[in-house]
């Protein structure tokens, strides 16, 4: 059994920053691609960013540039850190992984982004 444990979230004002953690526990054998998903309310679920076992990234368009993906193998975790956030990254994130063929989601961690 698989087990995906965030951390991280919570209330920032604009332009702050905050750096979410999604760590992996149980009968883990290989793990392939990590990402992060947000979905705000109202909004159907979307890509943030990926990061793949070779540490080849991905990113949305709207974060590009403020968001970095970074993964440690030996901790079987995955980071996203969020730079000059703004009121519309308000979202519940959740945590991504691909694990022996098999997918993963995080129970999700809120970011809140407001003055």
């Known amino acids: 059994q698989v087990q995906l444990v965030e951390s991280g979230g919570g209330l920032v004002q604009p332009g702050g920053s905050l750096r979410l953690s999604c760590a992996a526990s149980?009968?883990?054998?290989?793990?392939?691609?990590m990402g992060w998903y947000r979905q705000a309310p109202g909004k159907q679920r979307e890509l943030v960013a990926t990061?793949?076992?070779?540490?080849?990234?991905n990113y949305a368009d709207s974060v590009k540039g403020r968001f970095t993906i970074s993964r440690d193998n030996a901790k079987n975790t995955v980071y996203l850190q969020m730079n000059s956030l703004k009121p519309e990254d308000t979202a519940v994130y959740y945590c991504?992984?691909?694990?022996?063929?098999?997918?993963?989601w995080g129970q999700g961690t809120q970011v809140t982004v407001s003055s």
């Open positions: 990061i793949t076992s070779g540490s080849t990234t």
């Open positions: 991504n992984v691909w694990i022996t063929h098999r997918n993963y």
């Open positions: 149980g009968s883990i054998f290989g793990i392939g691609t």
